[in-house]
């Protein structure tokens, strides 16, 4: 497991991927620990937040499943950034923040708010390195959190342009599959 960076250079924050019927190991846990005495559980497929846990390390091997994510909790909890990504380009950013200071999830989903915000150069720079290292540059959700790190990579996003942007997310879009169709 390693906290800094993957082959093409984007820092993530340390991820195990689990699969039954292994277990974390004493290791693993120590440094998934390394900041906080809570590691975040989730399923490998799902949206809004939903199957997202925090849990204390101690229970971790309690609380897996078939198939799961393993991730440190690396900063502050209930804020991330969504780099939405069209085109190999990023066309809109929102700062997430939960509604609630004891949820540490910032789903909008889950009734966090967002606003939009301007694209920090380094950000933009990991979040596009993220979608091309997926090969889904073409359409994508970038979580970042603080210290620029990977959280989340979401090939298949939900999100809302603001009603000022709408036509020019939906053009960048309908150009992006046009421009896939003819190759």
């Not at 800094?4 to 019927?21: A, F, I, Q, R, V």
């Not at 939009?116 to 359409?139: H, N, T, W, Y």
């Not at 990977?150 to 999100?159: H, I, Q, S, T, Y």
């Amino acid at each position: 497991m390693d906290d800094s960076s993957n082959s093409c250079g984007t820092p993530y924050s340390s991820t195990l991927t689990y699969y039954s019927p292994f277990k974390i190991n004493n290791q693993q846990k120590k440094e998934l620990t390394s900041s906080s005495n809570k590691v975040v559980v989730k399923r490998l497929s799902g949206s809004g937040g939903k199957n997202v846990n925090f849990i204390d390390a101690d229970r971790v091997n309690d609380n897996l499943s078939t198939e799961n994510i393993v991730q440190k909790i690396d900063g502050k909890t209930g804020v991330d950034y969504r780099y939405n990504v069209i085109g190999n380009k990023v066309v809109s950013v929102f700062k997430r923040t939960s509604s609630n200071p004891n949820e540490p999830r910032a789903n909008v989903a889950l009734g966090g708010k967002e606003e939009e915000i301007q694209s920090d150069p380094d950000f933009e720079k990991v979040a596009l390195s993220a979608a091309r290292a997926l090969g889904v540059e073409d359409c994508a959700g970038i979580d970042l959190i603080d210290g620029c790190k990977v959280l989340e990579v979401n090939a298949v996003p939900g999100f809302s342009p603001l009603p000022e942007r709408k036509e020019e997310i939906c053009k960048a879009i309908i150009d992006t599959a046009v421009k896939k169709a003819a190759l």
